[in-house]
């Protein structure tokens, strides 16, 4: 069985609230994210606190006892945690796409339990990605029937397995012999027979995330763990769309604590140029100039968020072809606009803050790292191409788990 819940996890009521305690989270994981990356200390004792505040468990259907709360406060709750510590904010996001993948797919029974198992303050890992394999989409983990009838046996190896080192749940995207080598999703206990995890992520950025690899070794798998995701993109989807959403959310969370800490650092510890007759950097026009223009990068970031979020609300609301379609497109120009503002930005905190803020021990090259790591989940290029398509020849997008 999974490993102990929190005591009494709380259980979020609405958006309000949600927003309310993401917040205060935040400033309280923001003091020691320096540190915990220049000592790769992992967060488990914040995991556990993100766990027992109910965070998690807001996506989870008014029916089942949750929240359910909407995309908008959902991409908020990411980036509010991101712009502290964009480890933090990365380890869950899969626990939120496979919390999806079984609103849409799971079966009543394994809604009931499964969903429980989040509002009780469990959490989901990722057992999704493969290395060596001829594509991202290509997959040679396998899920097998076991020769006595007694559900399945699941074997393979799987990388940047971001939140399996923390979770409770597993859930691994396999091939599944019994369906045409369709993909199937299995959730795994954590500490199932068969199960290694191994902490050998050495990223050089969102060092914390403990994203390394998962073995599975012929695990035994009930039939009532399996879901078939390959159901999830024959017609009309959101599953794509939500993932993206909260890596933009993480981008853009990204360029807002970069921005804020260079200002900072530039109210309180920068020299003014000598040439510019000013006693304060502050009050230089030029750097003036060049925080106002980075700020119009970030607000265009943060609303391109909100109107893609909004826009995933509403094919929420009613699903079509072309709601989905529209939601896609929404949320791949703000992940595009806000991986290069992610990137930009944590670059451009030490033009502005001069050269002590490139002071290892200071860690502030930490957000540039974390946003130049995270932004190389997908192509951006491939997302523009959709969009252009889309826009020039009514060409609707592709129905994918990166999209």
Do not use: C
Request: glycine fraction near 8%.
């Amino acid at each position: 069985m999974p490993g102990s819940a929190p005591a009494a996890a709380h259980v979020i009521e609405d958006d309000t609230e949600a927003l309310k305690v993401a917040a205060e989270l935040a400033d309280a994981f923001r003091a020691g994210a320096a540190h915990r990356d220049a000592e790769r200390e992992l967060p488990r004792a914040e995991l556990d606190r993100l766990s027992a505040s109910g965070l998690l468990a807001v996506t989870v259907p008014a029916e089942h006892g949750g929240a359910d709360v909407t995309a908008v406060t959902l991409a908020e709750t990411f980036r509010l945690l991101a712009t502290a510590d964009a480890s933090l904010a990365q380890i869950p996001q899969s626990h939120f796409v496979y919390v999806n993948v079984l609103r849409r797919q799971g079966t009543p029974e394994q809604r009931a339990f499964l969903l429980g198992e989040v509002l009780a303050g469990r959490r989901f890992g990722n057992a999704q990605s493969e290395a060596g394999t001829r594509h991202v989409q290509d997959f040679r983990t396998r899920l097998e029937p076991e020769p006595d009838g007694d559900g399945y046996t699941l074997t393979g190896v799987k990388h940047y397995a971001t939140g399996a080192l923390f979770a409770d749940w597993i859930p691994v995207l396999a091939k599944a012999a019994h369906d045409g080598d369709r993909l199937h999703v299995a959730y795994v206990p954590r500490d199932e027979p068969g199960v290694t995890v191994v902490d050998d992520w050495d990223g050089m950025g969102q060092r914390t995330t403990a994203s390394g690899t998962v073995r599975l070794d012929r695990v035994h798998v009930p039939a009532d763990r399996v879901v078939p995701h390959h159901l999830t993109f024959t017609g009309p989807q959101l599953h794509g769309a939500t993932a993206q959403l909260l890596h933009a959310a993480i981008d853009v969370g990204i360029a807002g604590g970069a921005l804020a800490e260079a200002a900072e650092f530039v109210r309180t510890r920068s020299r003014p140029w000598f040439e510019s007759g000013f006693e304060r950097a502050a009050d230089d026009p030029l750097l003036i100039q060049r925080f106002g223009e980075l700020a119009v990068q970030l607000r265009a970031a943060e609303a391109l968020l909100t109107t893609a979020a909004r826009a995933v609300d509403v094919a929420r609301a009613g699903l079509t072809d072309g709601s989905a379609a529209e939601a896609s497109i929404a949320v791949a120009a703000a992940k595009t606009f806000s991986a290069t503002a992610a990137v930009e930005i944590s670059s451009a905190l030490f033009e502005v803050a001069g050269t002590r803020a490139a002071l290892n021990g200071l860690n502030l090259h930490r957000h540039w790292r974390d946003a130049r790591t995270h932004t190389l989940h997908d192509p951006a290029r491939w997302k523009v191409q959709h969009i252009g398509r889309h826009l020039l020849n009514g060409t609707p997008p592709p129905r994918h788990g990166l999209l």
